[in-house]
């Protein structure tokens, strides 16, 4: 979905200087291509930034155009800055106008269409159910899930299924009535959601669906699919023994460890002359260290040393490790502007450079924690397969984790992230990290 929608701004984008340039108006000196390419990668950084490949389905018409607006203004902006910068980039004044004209139109336009379409049940998968195991969490799924699909029913065999089934949901039989169902409704997926797979499991029928064409999910990876997380209640060891991902090849590491020491390295060029001032606002707001130098858990569980920008008191912890929390009194001044900037983490770019930690991966957490979490959450340590990052799929997908339950919808996050590592997370994580710190979420 996401892929499909980035296509679509891309061939919007390039379709509109391409007519601006049929109409007759001047391109500027130099290759076009050059030039539509870096509008539409302007464009599309853009509009993720601004939210619009996450949250357009779910929103009116009105609230869309109010978001667009803004985006392609700062699309514009960037794009004109761009070719500023370097004249291979640059439209002339006309075709750059024209441009900017048909290519909001088109994305607004092709949004409206998709929006009223979606809203029917034409291009909704249509799902049946085996099973009563995920009744509930299907109901919330079908408004947040990622993928627009509709429950046409529910099979089960226990006698009491229609007490526990949410009530805009409908039961169609039991599992030995599954062929005559699908005959019936012809749906485009069947999701093995059944508590207990040792009984009346009709393993012959769904084998005769699968060779007539149609799709069969069990229920973790229809989860994972809708949400980007690994569910790990009551998940079976041998799902994650046998699912696709939780591939990690020489190659990929030492080309996630080649982008962290060079974005690393930027990044403390760059900051240095931010990090003085930062440092000497911290000495002037309150006494103590400028750093907040911490043990962590790291890759394999090996501990290491992590440094942050202080944000709080230096008597903090007096009582021992605790969760921060929204609003923490124990925070300084400057330290809430730094938080909420995610400006104090930039010490942590030594960590990578050292290579304790990675730029991308799971939140490094405090050995206390890891031991008490380790005891509660299912699969918790197997985070630490990798090496842990400034930021993560977990740190912008959810917000800061300040409980149990915090928790234990992170290391979900954290699994799915290490089962699809890919470079290509990784670039879509550092865009979303940039998004998070515009609009300073989840900080605390």
């Known amino acids: 979905m996401l892929l499909g929608a980035i296509g679509a701004d891309t061939c919007v984008v390039i379709g509109s200087v391409w007519i601006a340039v049929a109409l007759g108006f001047w391109a500027g ?97 249509q799902v049946l159910v085996l099973g009563l195991g995920a009744a509930k969490q299907l109901a919330d799924l079908q408004y947040t899930g990622s993928q627009p699909f509709t429950v046409l029913g529910f099979l089960d065999d226990a006698p009491d299924a229609t007490d526990h089934m949410p009530a805009r949901f409908r039961l169609l039989g039991k599992s030995r009535d599954l062929l005559s169902v699908v005959d019936e409704l012809q749906p485009d997926l069947i999701l093995v959601a059944m508590t207990d797979m040792r009984q009346a499991f009709p393993a012959e029928d769904l084998l005769e669906c699968r060779l007539r064409g149609l799709a069969v999910e069990d229920w973790p990876t229809f989860y994972e699919k809708q949400t980007g997380k690994v569910l790990v209640t009551n998940l079976r060891p041998s799902w994650l023994i046998f699912s696709d991902g939780f591939v990690k090849t020489h190659f990929t590491e030492a080309v996630k ?27 002037l707001d309150s006494r103590g260290p400028v750093l907040f130098r911490q043990r962590r858990v790291g890759q394999n569980g090996r501990i290491f040393v992590l440094n942050k920008f202080r944000s709080m008191t230096v008597d903090a912890e007096q009582s021992g490790a605790v969760w921060a929390r929204a609003n923490d009194p124990r925070i300084t001044r400057v330290g809430r502007w730094l938080r909420l900037l995610r400006l104090d983490e930039l010490p942590q770019f030594f960590n990578v450079v050292l290579g304790d930690m990675s730029f ?68 879509l994580i550092i865009i979303s990290t940039i998004q998070v710190v515009l609009f300073a979420r989840g900080s605390r």
């Open 360 to 427: 991308v991966g799971p939140r490094p957490e405090r050995p206390e924690f890891v031991r008490a979490l380790q005891q509660k959450i299912p699969y918790y340590m197997k985070r630490h397969a990798v090496k842990p990052g400034i930021t993560g799929w977990a740190q912008v997908r959810y917000q800061y984790a300040a409980s149990f339950e915090d928790s234990l919808e992170k290391v979900q996050y954290d699994l799915y992230y290490i089962k699809n590592l890919s470079l290509l997370l990784d670039l």
């Open 257 to 283: 460890r080649f982008a962290d020491l060079v974005l690393a390295s930027i990044g403390v060029l760059v900051t240095l002359p931010l990090m003085a001032i930062i440092a000497i606002a911290i000495k």
């Open 29 to 125: 000196e130099g290759d076009l291509w050059p030039k539509t390419l870096g509008m539409a990668a302007a464009s599309v950084f853009v509009l993720y930034v601004a939210d619009l490949y996450q949250i357009w389905r779910h929103v009116g018409r009105r609230e869309l155009v109010a978001r667009l607006v803004p985006a392609a203004v700062a699309a514009a902006v960037l794009t004109a800055a761009l070719g500023f910068a370097f004249p291979a980039f640059r439209l002339g004044r006309a075709a750059f106008a024209v441009t900017l004209g048909f290519t909001f139109a088109g994305l607004l336009g092709w949004r409206l269409a998709w929006i009223g379409v979606s809203q029917t049940d034409r291009l909704r998968r």
